[in-house]
């Protein structure tokens, strides 16, 4: 994300991006350690097929852009 935003100079710089377990992250709201989304779930709540995540991304960082020419 942060390479690609840079490109299209919506970025200066490349932010530093440290992983932390969720242990050191506390929030309100107690999180499952591990939860993702099965390939079903997208079609049991009626979404069809999802485009991919990196098309997507790039199509809106690419609309950020042009809005700053």
Do not use: C
Not at 7 to 34: F, M, S, V
Not at 38 to 67: I, K, M, V, Y
Request: without cysteine; charged residues 25%.
């Amino acid at each position: 994300i942060f390479t690609r935003a840079r490109a299209l100079g919506l970025l200066e710089r490349t932010p530093e991006l440290r992983a932390i377990p969720t242990k050191d992250y506390p929030t309100p709201a107690q999180r499952p350690l591990h939860s993702i989304l099965a390939p079903s779930d997208e079609f049991q709540t009626g979404l069809g097929g999802l485009e991919d995540w990196r098309n997507a991304l790039d199509r809106t960082l690419s609309r950020l852009a042009q809005g700053l020419e």
